[in-house]
């Protein structure tokens, strides 16, 4: 089945560019989504398709994908962006399902 | 603006069948080209998806639970359902529903989730 591998955390000061990688095999050729997590709350979409935000999503996150690495750029970090943070794609080959990856912890120091 | 809300019993022994439902308010299941979706998140780990369901009866399901899972859908009372049998401590987990959008998948409207522990 297919696998997204995400790093466990990242860390990064209020106010820098914060970017969180979610590789797989030829993830370039997949949709790929990113939802935040805060504690004791249900997941949020924060990215669909790439580089689309939802309503309501600030501008300053983003995503891109080529090759076998998706990102999710969050600009100007602020202490509210400390969560954790998935991506997800769709598996349409043998057996059609829903991957996520590992998730990354988010800190804001 | 859809929401979503999960209920069902919050302890379920082991062997036994865990039984959950998602009550869609402020619009239709039946509406637009939506699946629905269950979740779940072991305490301290990551997303895990179980399967989706069209209004149509239509399914997917995770390959690894597959042969413990039902989903189904009730259109007239606006809610789907999440069966899974043969429950263990390895089940204990926040079950969230969701829903569907899209041929790319990705869940855009989630509920608040329900904590379902498996113990004797």
């Known amino acids: 089945s297919y696998v997204l591998t995400q790093p466990p955390s990242v860390s990064v000061a209020p106010g820098q560019t914060a970017r969180i990688t979610c590789g797989g095999n030829n993830i370039g050729s997949k949709s790929v989504h990113w939802y935040q997590q805060k504690p004791g709350q249900a997941p949020v979409l924060v990215v669909y398709d790439d580089s689309d935000r939802p309503s309501g999503i600030p501008e300053r996150f983003s995503g891109s994908n080529s090759g076998n690495t998706a990102t999710l750029t969050i600009s100007r970090v602020e202490a509210g962006d400390e969560a954790d943070y998935y991506c997800?794609?769709?598996?349409?080959?043998?057996?059609?399902?829903?991957?996520f990856g590992g998730g990354t912890k988010l800190t804001v120091l | 603006q859809v929401q979503l809300q999960e209920s069902g019993p919050g302890l379920v022994k082991p062997s036994q069948t865990l039984s959950l439902t998602c009550t869609v308010s402020?619009?239709?299941?039946?509406?637009?080209?939506?699946?629905w979706s269950w979740i779940r998140q072991p305490a301290g780990k990551g997303l895990e998806w179980i399967g989706r369901i069209y209004t149509s009866g239509s399914t997917n399901y995770n390959p690894s639970l597959k042969s413990r899972v039902t989903i189904s859908v009730d259109t007239s009372k606006n809610q789907f359902s999440l069966k899974l049998s043969s429950v263990t401590a390895a089940d204990t987990a926040v079950y969230y529903c969701?829903?569907?959008?899209?041929?790319?998948?990705?869940?855009?409207?989630w509920g608040k989730g329900t904590t379902v522990t498996v113990s004797s």
């Open positions: 997800q794609v769709w598996d349409s080959s043998s057996d059609h399902f829903v991957v």
């Open positions: 969701a829903r569907v959008v899209g041929a790319t998948v990705y869940m855009d409207v």
């Open positions: 402020g619009g239709s299941i039946s509406s637009g080209s939506y699946y």
